[in-house]
């Protein structure tokens, strides 16, 4: 089927490629071989982006590298904007606009708490996993929808934590560090989990040399 629609798509470059039956033959074993598996749906889509982007019939790695659905194309955000949406929008992600349940998703895929919390060069891989794992599932034609919880839940109150980053903030802690020092408080109160996670917190203050008494 590849090859009788690459035929079509590039007509005499095609049969200069391909000019004899041997090489044809072999080709094909070779792009059988390769794409073993691949889903009807991603070739399709890849075949459609070679009358785009290649002006003569592509090699497998380059066919390879089409199979990976664009969010652009499938009119979703581009990967970057989709990260500095998650980023913003995980501190409360109930009252926030997003722009495509995608995004949303993939967000929660990750963690809300890490990627508000964590430094790019640890939340941008995961990130970046779990989105293309949610635009392959659009590439499929499958629905995406945010599920909420049967029974709405009270916001936790995070006043104490909030509370806490801010005294950090103004210490001169940067945001995403003060908020992982202030994580400890989302555990139970007197519980030694939390303890243990505040001694972790008061280390790193004594690290970088901040002066900050931590709420028990």
Not at 61 to 68: E, H, K, R, T
Request: hydrophobic content about 40%.
């Amino acid at each position: 089927m590849i090859f009788a629609r690459f035929h079509h798509i590039y007509t005499h470059k095609f049969e200069s490629a391909y000019g004899d039956e041997s090489t044809l033959t072999l080709a094909k074993r070779e792009w059988a071989y390769s794409l073993a598996g691949t889903p009807a749906h991603l070739v399709e889509y890849a075949l459609e982006r070679c009358k785009l982007e290649f002006a003569w019939p592509p090699t497998i790695a380059d066919f390879v590298q089409l199979l990976q659905p664009q969010p652009e194309a499938l009119g979703l955000p581009g990967i970057r904007e989709a990260y500095l949406e998650a980023c913003k929008n995980s501190h409360s992600p109930a009252n926030r606009h997003w722009s495509h349940a995608a995004v949303h998703l993939a967000a929660r895929d990750v963690g809300f708490f890490r990627m508000r919390t964590e430094a790019e060069r640890y939340s941008w891989p995961p990130f970046e996993k779990a989105y293309q794992e949610r635009v392959n599932q659009v590439a499929r034609g499958e629905e995406l929808v945010v599920s909420e919880p049967a029974i709405a839940l009270p916001d936790p109150d995070t006043s104490a934590e909030l509370n806490l980053v801010k005294t950090l903030e103004q210490a001169g802690v940067e945001a995403p560090v003060a908020y992982k020092l202030a994580y400890y408080l989302e555990k139970p109160p007197g519980s030694e989990v939390r303890e243990r996670y505040r001694e972790h917190s008061r280390q790193r203050l004594d690290e970088l040399g901040v002066t900050v008494t931590l709420p028990a």
